[in-house]
């Protein structure tokens, strides 16, 4: 039988010396990051900060969680803004994304493959989904107060070329929040 997605977290934690991570608030987390300007590559929550909802979520942290604050990715997925503002999104529209995942300067995920018409979630407009990697039952954790961020290069799903587009990237899963009167 096999980890929660809890107990991996837990269990990581307790090796990074995070003992006092079992006594936050579990929940559901998602955070996401998008670019609006084309382009051939784009690094998603470094300087995330910096940009205001609905174009991320991050916030004034940035590219880190805070003290007690962590989330064990399950799903990567990427969607294009179709517009400036950052408030209509659509599926890859024929693009696929290649991506590197790093962590604390460790690239935990290297050239990565996420497929249009691989698995779709999240952001659908009625028409298409976002495309996604579903990483559960393996689940990679981003510790608090640690820097993390997307390297993604976007192409074409047929030819394989380069492509310059707008994109967004998002992480989700299981998630820890900082709250002293419950356990996860």
Do not use: W
């Not at 604050?69 to 994304?97: Q, R, T």
């Amino acid at each position: 039988m096999g980890m929660s997605a809890q107990d991996k977290m837990l269990n990581v934690a307790s090796r990074l010396g995070l003992t006092s991570l079992k006594d936050m608030q579990g929940t559901t987390r998602m955070v996401y990051d998008s670019q609006t300007t084309a382009a051939l590559t784009h690094t998603f929550f470094k300087g995330a900060s910096q940009r205001a909802f609905p174009l991320s979520n991050v916030g004034a942290n940035g590219n880190q969680f805070q003290v007690n604050e962590a989330l064990l990715v399950e799903k990567i997925g990427f969607f294009i803004p179709e517009a400036a503002n950052g408030i209509a999104y659509g599926g890859l529209n024929f693009n696929s994304v290649k991506f590197d995942l790093v962590i604390g300067n460790k690239t935990v995920i290297k050239d990565a493959s996420c497929e249009f018409g691989g698995e779709q979630a999240f952001y659908n407009d009625g028409k298409v989904g976002s495309s996604v990697i579903d990483l559960e039952g393996v689940g990679i954790l981003i510790p608090p107060q640690v820097e993390y961020y997307v390297v993604a290069k976007p192409f074409n799903t047929t030819s394989r070329a380069a492509v310059s587009i707008r994109l967004g990237c998002y992480l989700f899963g299981t998630g820890a929040l900082l709250n002293f009167n419950t356990t996860i």
